[in-house]
C-alpha cells in the first residue's frame, strides 16, 4: 500500500508517501525512526498486522514546517529519512 | 454469527449490524446487514455516546451483547470505543464496504463530515494507495455546512441551489475562516445564492479530487461519506474529477461501518 501522509493547504502539497510493502520487509532496520531529526516516524502495526512505518499524526498537520531544516535550504542535499530508507519506501512530494 | 462495526465519525456515530448468512445455492450472499443504526451523540464523552448508539442498534435489532460474537470500531474516534476488540483504520473499513457493495470498485472516494479522502482498492477490498488532508476541513462536510450557514440554507437547500447555476466562481481561500469571508465578499456583491452555492461546493469538490488524483482514477468510482447525500456536490465532484458515471450508495454514511462490521466477521474464521 502507498500511504500518502500530510495535507495541500494554499502553499502547495506536502505529502510523505510511504511504500508499506516495502517497509514491511525493511532490511534497513527501520533505520529512518533514528535518521529523522524530528522524530516524526513511528512503527505501528497496521490493519493486517504487518509492522510498518508511518507518520506520527501531529506531524502531518506541520510537515511543509517540520521537514524545512532537512531540505536544501537548511544545508542537506539529500532528506535524511530517504537515505536511511534504503529499500526507497520513503518519498516526499515537494 | 453476528458481528458490528462501529463508525466513531467527529459528527455522527454510525452502527451496523451483519449476520453471515448460508443461502443454498447463492454463495456470493455470504453476508445480510441486519441492522443499521446512527446516532448525533449529545454526548460529549465519546465512549459514554458510543456505548448508547450501540445499545439503541442492539435493541432496534432485537438482539443482546452476548449474540454479537465481535465488535470493532473505526473513525476518528475508534479509540475511545473500549468494548471494540479492534480498532480498524477508516481507510480498510471504507475500501472493504465500498468493495462490499460494489465488487468492481477500484476507486473509493469517502467525504464525511471531518475529513475527504481517496482510496484504491483491490479486488478484495483490500486499501492499496489512499490520500488525505489530515490538516483542514476545507476538503470535507463540515466546510461546506459552515458555509450553508453563511447563505442562511439547510445543507439539503444549499445542494439543490448549486445545481441550478451553471457559473464558475473560483474560490481561492484554502481556509474556512477565510472562506467566509469569501461567501460574504459575494453575497455583498449581489452574486445569487445559487452560484455562491456551486463556487463553494467546487471548491470543496477541487480538493477533494486532488486526494484523488494522487492515487490515481482507476475502474469504478464509489463515492462513500455523508456528503453523498449533497447533489449539488456529487455534481460537482463527478465534474472535478472528469468522470460521467460514479457509484452511489444507497446509505453512504454507513459504509465504513459496514466494512469495519465485515473484517469482524472475517477475523473470526
Known amino acids: 500500500m502507498i500511504a500518502n501522509y500530510g495535507y495541500k493547504d494554499g502553499s502547495g502539497e506536502y505529502y510523505i508517501s510511504i511504500d508499506t510493502d516495502k517497509c514491511i520487509s525493511c532490511s534497513a532496520g527501520h533505520a529512518c525512526l533514528t535518521a529523522c531529526p524530528k522524530s516524526m516516524f513511528e512503527t505501528i502495526t497496521d490493519d493486517y498486522d504487518d509492522e510498518v512505518t508511518w507518520v506520527k499524526k501531529p506531524n502531518c498537520r506541520t510537515l511543509a514546517y517540520d521537514c524545512a531544516d532537512c531540505k536544501p535550504s537548511g544545508g542537506y542535499t539529500s532528506l535524511p529519512c530517504m537515505t536511511a530508507c534504503t529499500p526507497g519506501a520513503i518519498k516526499h512530494s515537494w | ?269
Open chain 2, 1 to 269: 454469527m453476528i458481528t458490528a462495526g462501529i463508525d466513531m465519525g467527529s459528527r455522527s456515530i454510525k452502527v451496523v449490524l451483519i449476520e453471515e448468512l448460508k443461502v443454498d445455492g447463492a454463495p456470493q450472499l455470504k453476508y445480510g446487514v441486519k441492522k443499521s443504526h446512527i446516532m448525533m451523540p449529545g454526548d460529549l464523552d465519546q465512549d459514554v455516546a458510543a456505548d448508547k448508539a450501540y445499545k439503541e442498534a442492539l435493541e432496534a435489532a432485537g438482539l443482546k451483547r452476548e449474540d454479537v460474537k465481535a465488535v470493532f470500531a473505526t473513525g476518528a474516534g475508534r479509540k475511545q470505543v473500549a468494548f471494540a476488540a479492534e480498532g480498524i483504520t477508516e481507510m480498510t473499513a471504507g475500501a472493504k464496504g465500498a468493495n462490499f457493495m460494489y465488487p468492481m470498485a477500484r476507486t473509493v472516494v469517502d467525504v464525511g463530515a471531518e475529513e475527504g479522502r481517496g482510496m484504491k482498492t483491490d479486488a478484495e477490498g483490500k486499501a492499496i494507495d489512499f490520500a488525505g488532508n489530515e490538516k483542514c476541513a476545507a476538503g470535507a462536510g463540515s466546510f461546506a455546512e459552515a458555509m450553508s450557514r453563511a447563505l442562511q440554507m439547510t445543507l439539503k437547500e444549499f445542494g439543490e441551489a448549486s445545481l441550478k447555476s451553471d457559473k464558475s466562481i473560483p474560490m481561492n481561500a484554502q481556509c474556512t475562516v477565510f472562506a467566509e469571508s469569501e461567501v460574504v465578499s459575494l453575497i455583498h456583491s449581489s452574486t445569487p445564492k445559487n452560484d455562491i452555492a456551486k463556487a463553494v461546493l467546487d471548491a470543496v469538490a477541487s480538493r477533494v479530487c486532488a486526494m484523488v488524483r494522487r492515487v490515481g482514477i482507476e475502474g469504478e468510482v464509489v463515492l462513500i461519506g455523508g456528503m453523498v447525500h449533497n447533489a449539488g456536490f456529487v455534481q460537482s465532484l463527478k465534474t472535478a474529477m472528469g468522470v460521467d458515471a460514479v457509484s452511489l450508495p444507497d446509505m453512504p454514511e454507513y459504509i465504513s461501518a459496514l466494512g469495519c462490521a465485515l473484517i469482524a466477521a472475517e477475523r473470526q474464521h
